[in-house]
T-cell receptor, first 109, second 111 residues
Framework: SQTIHQWPATLVQPVGSPLSLECTVEGTSNPNLYWYRQAAGRGLQLLFYSVGIGQISSEVPQNLSASRPQDRQFILSSKKLLLSDSGFYLC????????FGQGTRLTVV | AQSVTQPDIHITVSEGASLELRCNYSYGATPYLFWYVQSPGQGLQLLLKYFSGDTLVQGIKGFEAEFKRSQSSFNLRKPSVHWSDAAEYFCAVGYNNDMRFGAGTRLTVKP
């Protein structure tokens, strides 16, 4: 069966520090992969999606970047975090419907 | 531009009462349609999905949704709400590789 792993679960980082969140999927090949951000009390904002290795589509110009170095690995990064980067980050994979990881709560202080 | 609208930010219902959460979408073609539920601090769980065929779809936990093409809607319903249904509910649409979510509706269940 397919599973998705996202880590870490929580993260507190100072402003200006780098960020790396990792997501891996098991049990499927060539999935679509997504990064979403959920601000407190708000819906999900699509940040990036990928349809294959090295293929990244960015939805919103921002302080973040994404990479897909392997078929089932999706990484969200930042060189210098801003306070506004705080939020709940969710990784998902899909063929048709999306399946989500458990999320990473990022607090930038 | 593609969009998903959940007009109700917060709904409160009494336990045992019926529930309907609204969702409207704007897409150039009929997308795939989904409802997800999120408990606090957790990821999203798929409740049900519509790809094609019968426009009334059944999901987990006693939920159902009806696709109405003429209204571009995909409303979620449950005949009798349980206290454990209190959560955030998200409508989503998918088309090709794109998946968009509504802003969510927070459901509170009164005893």
């Amino acid at each position: 069966s397919q599973t998705i792993h996202q880590w870490p679960a929580t993260l507190v980082q100072p402003v200006g520090s780098p960020l790396s969140l990792e997501c891996t999927v098991e049990g499927t090949s060539n999935p679509n992969l997504y990064w979403y951000r959920q601000a407190a009390g708000r819906g999900l904002q699509l940040l990036f999606y990928s349809v294959g290795i090295g293929q990244i589509s960015s939805e919103v110009p921002q302080n973040l970047s994404a990479s897909r170095p392997q078929d089932r690995q999706f990484i969200l990064s930042s060189k210098k975090l801003l306070l506004s980067d705080s939020g709940f980050y969710l990784c998902a994979w899909s063929v048709r419907e999306a399946f989500f990881g458990q999320g990473t709560r990022l607090t930038v202080v | 531009a593609q969009s998903v609208t959940q007009p109700d930010i917060h709904i409160t219902v009494s336990e045992g009462a019926s529930l309907e959460l609204r969702c409207n979408y704007s897409y150039g073609a009929t997308p795939y349609l989904f409802w997800y539920v999120q408990s606090p601090g957790q990821g999203l769980q798929l409740l049900l999905k519509y790809f094609s065929g019968d426009t009334l779809v059944q999901g987990i936990k006693g939920f159902e949704a009806e696709f109405k093409r003429s209204q571009s809607s995909f409303n979620l319903r449950k005949p009798s709400v349980h206290w454990s249904d209190a959560a955030e509910y998200f409508c989503a649409v998918g088309y090709n590789n794109d998946m968009r979510f509504g802003a969510g509706t927070r459901l509170t269940v009164k005893p």
